[in-house]
């Protein structure tokens, strides 16, 4: 039977726009489940790159979602709204929230949530739900790859990244990735990665032409932009495509356009906080009958960096930024 719920919970507010040390520990009230919402019993939360912006000021939450950060949960569910239908008190849950992760308690719409896989623990099971969503859709719908196919993927040790050359390696994919060092591109190898490229030491272009007879990629996942973006046109094949998710390197770029003219290229891009709950709905139900299979067999799984406790965030926020990350960074919320 699930404990009696209180009334007041700790979560990590962002007290002004700044650096990691705006991130500071207070006081709200439990939120309430809607009709068709879970309330959630937080034990665990995923730390991404967007609660970093929001943090910074440049990525505000959409409407109605809660000001405090965190995309990503996983923990019990101890309530439950009227119009549920699938899940119970007790269960065990990982789901994608767009808002209120960074709490001891997060409301989340049944649909969005899914069972733990067998054999996961909260950190895992909270290390899912952004970049497995992300990639499925971004990829493997958006990217329409295939069996066969060459995929690149920048920030191969991302959390994105990481979770890209498995589930790409895993659907029989050609996988070329790039990373900033030699140990992370080792990193990359050891996750399936077919080819690694040092992209401080090696033009990624060169290589992906080398690793294709020089036909380039179909497909590749960039979260770079800048003087990334007409770069990822010269190494793609002919009909390629390029999906774009972030812009690290700026939103803007200067880019020979009759190159997409030439190969017939396709540049398209997506985000998900704002879509809507259907939509993510979707999502959810594909990868529950396509890729959870997966993970109990742990035919992939996420790769966990560092794990830090809630009260903690603004450390988690600094590993983040310094770049030296191997995988999710996570935080505990106990």
Same mark, same amino acid.
């Given at each position: 039977?699930?404990?009696?719920?209180?009334?007041?919970?700790?979560?990590?507010?962002?007290?002004?726009?700044?650096?990691?040390?705006?991130?500071?520990?207070?006081?709200?009230?439990?939120?309430?489940?809607?009709?068709?919402?879970?309330?959630?019993?937080?034990?665990?939360?995923?730390?991404?790159?967007?609660?970093?912006?929001?943090?910074?000021?440049?990525?505000?939450?959409?409407?109605?979602?809660?000001?405090?950060?965190?995309?990503?949960?996983?923990?019990?569910?101890?309530?439950?709204?009227?119009?549920?239908?699938?899940?119970?008190?007790?269960?065990?849950?990982?789901?994608?929230?767009?808002?209120?992760?960074?709490?001891?308690?997060?409301?989340?719409?049944?649909?969005?949530?899914?069972?733990?896989? %067998?054999?996961?623990?909260? *950190?895992?099971?909270?290390? &899912?739900?952004? /970049?497995?969503? $992300?990639?499925?859709?971004?990829?493997? +719908?958006?990217?329409?790859?295939?069996?066969?196919?060459?995929?690149?993927?920048?920030?191969?040790?991302?959390?994105?990244?990481?979770?890209?050359?498995?589930?790409?390696?895993?659907?029989?994919?050609?996988?070329?990735?790039?990373?900033?060092?030699?140990?992370?591109?080792?990193?990359?190898?050891?996750?399936?990665?077919?080819?690694?490229?040092?992209?401080?030491?090696?033009?990624?272009?060169?290589?992906?032409?080398?690793?294709?007879?020089?036909?380039?990629?179909?497909?590749?996942?960039?979260?770079?932009?800048?003087?990334?973006?007409?770069?990822?046109?010269?190494?793609?094949?002919?009909?390629?495509?390029?999906?774009?998710?972030?812009?690290?390197?700026?939103?803007?770029?200067? %880019?020979?356009?009759?190159? *997409?003219?030439?190969?017939? &290229?396709?540049? /398209?891009?997506? $985000?998900?906080?704002?879509?809507?709950? +259907?939509?993510?709905?979707?999502?959810?139900?594909?990868?529950?009958?396509?890729?959870?299979?997966?993970?109990?067999?742990?035919?992939?799984?996420?790769?966990?960096?560092?794990?830090?406790?809630?009260?903690?965030?603004?450390?988690?926020?600094?590993?983040?930024?310094?770049?030296?990350?191997?995988?999710?960074?996570?935080?505990?919320?106990?």
């Amino acid at each position: 039977m699930a404990s009696k719920i209180p009334t007041t919970m700790t979560a990590i507010e962002i007290t002004q726009p700044g650096g990691p040390l705006v991130l500071k520990p207070g006081k709200r009230g439990v939120p309430e489940a809607g009709p068709n919402e879970l309330l959630v019993q937080v034990h665990a939360a995923g730390v991404n790159r967007p609660d970093v912006l929001q943090r910074q000021g440049h990525y505000p939450p959409p409407p109605g979602a809660s000001d405090i950060p965190g995309l990503e949960i996983a923990g019990e569910v101890v309530a439950v709204g009227a119009s549920v239908t699938r899940f119970r008190i007790g269960d065990r849950v990982t789901a994608l929230v767009a808002g209120g992760g960074y709490a001891q308690y997060c409301t989340v719409h049944e649909t969005t949530a899914l069972p733990i896989p %067998a054999g996961y623990g909260f *950190i895992e099971a909270a290390a &899912l739900p952004e /970049t497995f969503f $992300t990639v499925w859709h971004n990829v493997f +719908e958006r990217g329409g790859l295939t069996s066969g196919e060459t995929f690149l993927v920048h920030g191969g040790t991302s959390g994105i990244g990481t979770t890209a050359i498995q589930l790409a390696s895993a659907f029989g994919a050609y996988v070329i990735t790039t990373a900033g060092s030699d140990d992370k591109c080792d990193a990359c190898l050891k996750l399936g990665a077919d080819r690694a490229v040092n992209y401080r030491t090696h033009d990624f272009v060169d290589a992906v032409k080398q690793a294709t007879g020089g036909k380039g990629v179909n497909l590749t996942l960039d979260m770079v932009g800048g003087d990334y973006v007409e770069r990822n046109y010269d190494a793609a094949a002919l009909d390629g495509r390029i999906v774009q998710i972030a812009h690290l390197n700026g939103a803007k770029a200067n %880019a020979d356009v009759s190159k *997409i003219m030439i190969k017939r &290229l396709t540049h /398209t891009g997506s $985000t998900l906080r704002s879509r809507p709950i +259907e939509f993510k709905a979707a999502i959810a139900r594909e990868l529950e009958l396509k890729v959870w299979p997966l993970l109990v067999e742990r035919r992939v799984a996420p790769v966990i960096d560092m794990v830090y406790p809630l009260h903690e965030a603004w450390r988690a926020h600094e590993r983040m930024e310094e770049g030296q990350h191997v995988g999710k960074i996570m935080l505990d919320v106990g």
